[in-house]
């Protein structure tokens, strides 16, 4: 587990914005937010794999990094 910058990661759109509103108001109300996985891609950026509504939650409240599992493959 690692906090990564979100500038360094490749964010997609929301696909759901009831999911979207529910992790911001938890994450607004407990001030955590659970890591998110990603996979590191070229050039030092990294691509979602589970998350996306969490790091969009996270951008809405300010957040400059985020907590993260990377999966570096087998």
Do not use: C, W
Not at 8 to 24: Q, V
């Amino acid at each position: 587990l690692t906090d990564i910058n979100i500038s360094d990661i490749n964010i997609k759109p929301i696909r759901n914005t009831i999911r979207f509103d529910d992790n911001y108001k938890q994450m607004k109300s407990t001030k955590s937010v659970p890591p998110i996985h990603l996979t590191p891609t070229s050039g030092g950026r990294f691509e979602i794999e589970d998350g996306v509504h969490r790091i969009q939650a996270a951008i809405k409240l300010g957040y400059t990094s985020i907590p993260a599992l990377i999966n570096y493959g087998e």
